[in-house]
């Protein structure tokens, strides 16, 4: 059956990776292996963009052939769609967040907020089903994954689910370059990942393993 994935975030990363995962394919009969759902913020800026993916117009500024190819082949094929309903989390077997961290960049004093971040985060906690995993590809700081998100998940959980239930967390952090190879960056180059538990890692890897080809 095919696993539906939702990209938490819109923008530049979060669209080409949601046009990756939407063009990988199963090898024995070349259908698409997931249905992808990219969720965007209910505000102007995302209620547009969504819009644009929905009405078939590429929505970013690219020279990537390749990339708006494959935008228009996964639209073609109807495995991608965009939505700012987050009702649609509710679907997710996978949950890839690529959500901007706000920064304010001041030298040694720079500082994270943290505060949208961990709104959409906590959507989350509120809508997946108790075996969505959650793969966060947002750059973040060392620890936020264990000491931010993975709490503000069981806090959610514990408040829908029997206490012995516990989130599927796992981290990839993206690994793209935009220019002419965008979605090739994306799909030909190794990735780092980890997981909460074992179980995570594994689902992780496997998931992986699907959309990027590192014997290019």
Partial sequence: MTKTVC????GFVGFAMAIAV????NIDNQEPLYKVIGVDLDNEVGRKKVKEINEGKFPISCNDKKLEKAYFDV???????????????????FVIVDINLDVD??????????????????????NIKKDTLVIIETTIPPGTTEKLIYPSLLKEF????????????AHSYERVMPGPEYIDSIR??????????????????SFLETIIDTSI
């Fill in 7 to 10: 990209v938490q975030g819109l």
């Fill in 22 to 25: 939407a063009s990988a394919k």
């Fill in 75 to 93: 639209l073609e094929a109807k495995n991608f769609e965009a939505t700012t309903n987050i009702d649609s989390f509710k679907t997710a077997d």
């Fill in 105 to 126: 960049i001041k030298g040694e004093y720079s500082k994270i907020n943290f505060q949208n971040f961990e709104k959409a985060i906590k959507t989350l906690g509120q």
């Fill in 158 to 169: 514990k408040k829908r689910f029997a206490k012995d239930i516990k989130p599927k967390l």
């Fill in 188 to 205: 030909e180059y190794p990735r780092v990942y980890s997981g909460i538990n074992e179980e995570s890692a594994n689902q992780v890897e």
